[in-house]
């Protein structure tokens, strides 16, 4: 994603895509003093973007980390980069982190706090299996207890472990893992939300310990005024085999089937199909 034409807003100015450099003392690098946003603009207008804009600050403050951006600053900024790379329909990604500066320990303060916006052109998140039915692994790593790490963060820390059952999971033949949390109950996949139907009534795992995601809280909304029941619940891993049907959420994979996690097998069903299409409307409208 370096070497390539377009421009990247950064600390206030738009600068060539590779010139967007850091250096190698960059305070996040070393201990992932980090928050970041994933986006995604459909006909020229960003879906819930001052939602987003909200959360990374909300991030940036419970990493002790304030932004030096207000919201309409950042509101500006994602316009003015996703014009200067002509896009309309794109990913965006905001970031913000403690750059290089005095401090090379753990404390980071005299360290500016620096941003990022950049967006680009991205397809289905889960490719081929979106329509088909993803496959899914079991994650050996649990999203930790919100004691342990802020958990409404979308900070890049939380993302480790993410990345390791990503990996794993497809070393499996697999397109994502579903985690577990400390507790052993059904949390997320390692970037999205996960849903699954049940005699018509949707379950959902409670978000007291992991992203309670902008779709997410969009797509609880659309089954409520559908009438359809939702029940925001600890959802032990034994319960998989009683549910049909199983969907993920989140901003790249959008609303995303699940056909199989681990052994159990799930149809791509009448509800997951309308919140799909419903969402896929809405998102454009
Ligand atoms: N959980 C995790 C771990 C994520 O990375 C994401 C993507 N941001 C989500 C859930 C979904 O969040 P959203 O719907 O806000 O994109």
């Known amino acids: 994603y370096d070497d390539r034409d377009g ?26 003093s980090s928050v970041f946003e994933g986006e995604r603009c459909y006909n020229g207008k960003i879906f819930k973007s001052r939602e987003h804009s909200e959360r990374l600050r909300k991030s940036g403050e419970l990493l002790d980390m304030p932004l030096p951006y207000s919201v309409e600053e950042i509101e500006a900024a994602k316009e003015a980069v996703l014009k200067a790379n002509g896009l309309t329909d794109a990913y965006v990604r905001a970031l913000a982190w403690r750059g290089a500066g005095e401090d090379m320990g753990v404390a980071s303060k005299r360290n500016p706090i620096r941003m990022a916006v950049a967006c680009w052109s991205w397809g ?42 990503k990996h794993a999971a497809e070393a499996k033949g697999c397109s994502d893992a579903m985690m577990l949390d400390f507790r052993g109950y059904v949390a997320e996949a390692t970037g999205a939300n996960i849903f699954f139907v049940k005699d ?18 969009t797509v609880v909304g659309m089954l409520k005024g559908m009438g359809v029941t939702v029940h925001e619940r600890h959802i032990l891993p034994e319960e998989l085999a009683s549910f049909e049907q199983c969907w993920l959420t989140g901003t790249a994979a959008e609303v995303t089937p699940v056909g199989q996690i681990g052994e159990h097998t799930f149809v791509v069903g009448d509800l997951t ?3 799909a299409a419903d969402y896929e409307k809405l998102v454009r409208a």
């Not at 738009?14 to 190698?24: D, K, N, P, T």
């Not at 081929?128 to 890049?156: E, Q």
């Not at 018509?200 to 809280?217: A, M, S, W």
């Open 124 to 165: 289905n998140y889960y490719g081929d299996a979106k329509m088909k039915g993803a496959k899914l692994d079991i994650a050996k790593w649990r999203r930790p207890d919100p004691a342990t790490i802020p958990h409404a963060a979308k900070a890049a820390g939380l993302y480790m472990i993410c990345t390791m059952s």
């Open 7 to 32: 421009f990247i807003w950064m600390d206030g100015k738009l600068v060539e895509w590779r010139s967007a450099q850091v250096h190698i003392l960059t305070h996040a690098l070393h201990y992932a």
């Open 273 to 275: 199909q309308r919140i």
């Open 200 to 217: 018509g009534e949707v379950h959902t795992p409670k978000p007291d310990c992991i992203l309670n995601g902008i779709t997410r809280q």
